[in-house]
């Protein structure tokens, strides 16, 4: 609501329902809509049509719903529909483990739809980060017409601390058109490969869709147009890639061993880096904020200098292979797992990085 939310279609599924819950009690006494609607995919549906509309909207999910989304992700990219979709991840595949925590959803937020498209995905570790990165996921979904997914687990959606928010925020509205209602070209795309959005009964005529179509809107199978449609949707999101990427570091001046983790996975590191560093061991933290773009720069930087790299997830090595590509083979990589519906532990961590310094002497 403090980016300018005011629609809310969701449907209700745990352990994302407290979203849906506090929407509704909250939204409708500000002037919002919250619709609760008979599934999923309509959920997103009715989100992608009230922005359309001109409303800043989302939804909420999981996992299993998640799932069900794909479609109209896949249809939110190809019209350029910006809307919010936060994604609270539990143990599965399938019904899974609904009550415990994951991060399952990682390769399928970055490709879960069909066909070439972009990805915007941030991946909250707090209470604070959570109001911070869903007012930024409403931004960035503006600025470049796309949706955005807002990714963490269970224990962060679950987790109740005292955070201090800022008293204002930056707010980014889509731009709108500037030409004449003649002269309108819906999908004529500015110099940073967006093109201004106009809501429905704001008198420019447009069509939507999702197949492939020219600046006018409408359907085409020409190849060099529909080529350079899918090219646009990429490149404006990667030519900006800089400014949407934010990752953490933490104790990495002087570290040797580095762990790569997300989420509250990344809470129980910066828990052991501290502790691993009373005991004299030099270890640091990379901790992406913005999961996808991938920090692949980022992570190159890391591997060049440390002499072990701890990826640790709760899954069964889903990002490894995007931070092993990164590295190249600049160090040596090491992976903490677990997919049992437990989380992994400050404790567990320093085991590993016990082992990989033992490893470090011997070789």
Known sequence: MAAGCTFFGGYPITPSSGIAEQMV????GAGGVFVQMEDE???????IGASLAGSKAMTATSGPGFSLMQEHIGYAAMAEVPCVIVNVMRGGPSTGLPTSPSQGDV???????????????????????????????????ERFRTPVIVL??????????????????????RVAPDAGLQNFLPKAAQANGVPPMSGFGDGYRFHVTG???????????????????????????????????DVETFMMDDADIAIFAIGIVGRSAREAVGQARAAGA??????????????????????????????????LGQMIGEVERAAGQRTHIVSHLRADGEPITPSALLDVIESSSRSEEGS
């Open 282 to 315: 030099k270890v640091g933290l990379i901790r992406p904020v913005t999961l996808w773009p991938f920090p692949s720069a980022e992570v190159a930087a890391v591997a060049e200098q440390v002499d072990t790299l701890i990826v640790a997830e709760m899954n």
């Open 107 to 141: 390769m399928q937020a970055r490709w879960g739809t069909h066909g070439d498209h972009p990805a915007i995905v941030l991946a909250p570790s707090s209470v604070g980060e959570v109001y911070d990165l869903t007012v930024k996921a409403f931004n960035l979904a």
């Open 41 to 47: 995919i309509a959920s997103l549906a009715a989100v």
């Open 25 to 28: 009690r909250s939204l409708p």
């Open 152 to 173: 963490y687990d269970e224990i962060v959606g679950h987790t109740r601390e005292s955070v201090t928010l800022s008293p204002s925020v930056e707010v980014v509205d």
């Open 211 to 245: 197949l492939a179509h020219d600046e006018r809107g409408f359907p085409t199978e020409d190849a060099e147009v529909a080529g350079d449609l899918i090219t646009r949707l990429h490149t404006k999101v990667e030519d900006h890639a800089d400014e949407i990427t």
